[in-house]
């Protein structure tokens, strides 16, 4: 044990935080726990039909100590002590309004239950007219600031929010000093931060989501802002010009955080970064392999050496900043706005008459309802999976589109709509879910594709998260689409590993990040490879989904 030295990865999720414990020396992983956000659970603070989407700091904080106290826990006596370094990823643009002092407008009074007070999560796209706004703006002014972030200006992000949040809450606009995203609040809180202006902001989020780049100096200028809305005036003086890679440490562990975790003051805390790209690393990303963290979304990571990007701009991507993912080298960001959450949909759709059905049966006693509701919904997706395994591609005639939560790759477009196609009475639910898995492989598809058509090479592709671990059957669906292999990570918790990393670069147990992802890389336990018959295929339906997906969005533009 005296030898060892341990660093916790923390890993803010959509519905979850989960941390682990990992051996540094080797990347072992001792320990971990996951708290599922109780308000979030509850459905608190969310309208799903208008894309209003919001969590409150509390189940952030409540997940921060409950992950921490119990992985320490279970971890080998000794552990604690040996802790070194803890850094964090979280989901993003996911900003939050704050006073001067960095406290969340929500954890103040008056604020405890407004919805624009919390952080607004990545998935809310409430603001896709003040998205459009920036992006014709943008076009007419002398530089186009959206250039480095693919050229399109998203809802998801984080100026869309913020000017959103301003004009629908007076009070809000009124309150707020500043606005910071999830991934530099956390280090905030933990290293005992009293001045939003000390926060050390990520160089990730920054780049990728809120038009900073060294080329500007920072941020747009004040009068960019003013000229898209006269509420954004001094907003941009507020915030920060100078940026950090997540190799920097943020501070070291407050007294108070060290006491409520059961750890010391000596814990270097590192800078914050988005889930995906501290998952890239954790998943040892090469250059030119395209990561992609499967989830409720997708985010796909690729990075490359400085010189070979040069002042290639990548059209209609989520972003391209120098020192993402790996500090040093150039980290490109592209995704789909759901995929996990498409097949959720599904299956809440298909849940709907069981649990309306057997719920108010009066042939049975409650808890029987309850069991049998349960058993139902676990063997949903299985028996799903189990039925739409036996059908060839294309035997369904469905074709569907994947932007049940608009498109983010390529050319984000968050006003499109899932659709269906080729709909006839003998489509069942195993035909649809096939015809979903299809659709989300189909929009992967066209990432790599715009990935390529802009000079950027794709020498394979890594899948990590949830859906990779858990769906054998969506990964085959995928690299037959793809017509490439697929590896999957070993470890099930990528993302957090990937922040063991960096908190293990940052407390200087390595010098660099490359070296502590070669040390504590847990490598690859599976590999899909593709079906050359069904590959073809697909060839064919890939082309019926991109001219469906054509018309859909010319209807969409007209309506």
């Keep these: 044990m005296a030898d060892n030295k341990y660093v916790i990865g923390l890993d803010y999720g959509t519905d979850s935080v ?4 990992v051996n540094a020396n080797n990347g072992d992983e001792v320990a971990s726990a996951v708290h599922y956000y109780q308000r979030w659970k509850a459905g608190q603070f969310c309208d799903p039909p208008t894309n209003l989407f919001r969590q409150h700091p509390l189940d952030y904080i409540e997940g921060l100590e409950h992950t921490i106290k ?6 080998p006596a000794g552990v604690g002590q040996a802790i070194k370094g803890i850094a964090i990823d979280t989901t993003g643009s996911t900003p939050v309004a704050v006073d001067q002092q960095g406290t969340p407008l929500a954890l103040t009074p008056g604020f405890e239950d407004n919805p624009h007070a919390m952080f607004i999560l990545w998935k809310d796209h409430t603001g896709i007219q003040e998205a459009a706004e920036i992006n014709t703006l943008a076009r007419k002014w002398a530089i186009d600031y959206t250039k480095y972030e693919g050229g399109i200006y998203s809802s998801e992000w984080f ?44 160089r990730c989020a920054a780049g990728h989501k809120a038009l900073w780049h060294e080329n500007f100096d920072g941020l747009p200028p004040n009068d960019f802002f003013v000229a898209l809305d006269p509420l954004l005036d001094g907003v941009r003086d507020r915030l920060f010009d100078t940026t950090y890679t997540s190799d920097i440490p943020a501070g070291k562990l ?13 814990v270097v805390v590192g800078v914050g970064a988005f889930d995906a790209h501290m998952g890239a ?27 070979d990007v040069g002042d290639k701009l990548v059209r209609g991507i989520c972003g391209q900043v120098d020192g993402s993912v790996i500090p040093g080298m150039m980290g490109l960001e592209a995704g789909q706005s759901a995929f ?3 097949y959720a949909w599904f299956k809440k759709v ?3 008459p069981i649990e309306e059905m057997i719920g108010k049966s009066e042939l049975i006693d409650d808890e029987l309802k309850d069991k049998l509701i349960a058993e139902a919904l676990d063997r949903l997706i299985p028996a799903l999976t189990a039925e739409a395994e036996k059908l060839d591609p294309g035997a369904s005639g469905v074709i569907a589109l994947d932007w049940l939560n608009g498109r983010r790759t390529p050319d984000a477009n968050q006003a499109l709509k899932g659709a269906m196609m080729g709909l006839n009475l ?4 195993p035909r649809i879910f096939r015809a979903l898995v299809e659709a989300t492989c189909f929009g992967a598809r066209q990432i790599v594709e715009r990935f390529q058509s802009e000079g950027i090479p794709i020498k394979g592709v890594i899948g990590l998260g949830g859906v990779a671990k858990k769906s054998p059957f969506i990964m085959q669906v995928m690299a037959n689409v793809l017509n490439r292999p697929i590896k999957i990570a070993r470890s099930e918790q990528t993302c957090a590993l990937g922040a063991a990393m960096f908190a293990a670069t940052a407390a200087g147990i390595y010098d660099n990040v490359s070296a502590a992802m070669q040390a504590m890389g847990a490598g690859f336990d599976a590999e899909y490879l593709p079906d050359p018959g069904q590959a073809a295929q697909y060839d064919k339906i890939y082309t019926e989904y991109q001219q469906f997906g054509a018309a859909v969005e010319k209807l969409t533009h007209h309506v």
Aim: aromatic letters at 8%; hydrophobic letters at 45%.
């Design 340 to 342: 996990g959450d498409v």
């Design 159 to 202: 100026w869309a929010k913020i000017l959103r949040t301003l004009r629908v809450d007076e009070k809000v606009r009124s309150a707020a000093y500043s606005w910071v995203e999830h991934c530099d609040w956390i280090p905030f809180l933990l290293t005992g931060g009293e001045n939003v202006a000390d926060m050390k902001r990520s």
């Design 70 to 75: 119990a992985a320490l826990a279970k971890a």
């Design 254 to 266: 407050s007294q108070e955080w060290a006491d409520r975790l059961g750890l010391n003051t000596d």
């Design 18 to 21: 989960r941390a682990v414990i």
């Design 426 to 429: 003998g489509s069942d639910a």
């Design 350 to 352: 298909l849940a709907w």
């Design 281 to 307: 690393v954790g998943g040892e990303v090469e250059p030119f392999y395209l990561s992609k963290v499967m989830g409720t979304s997708t985010c796909d990571m690729l990075v490359a050496p400085m010189e």
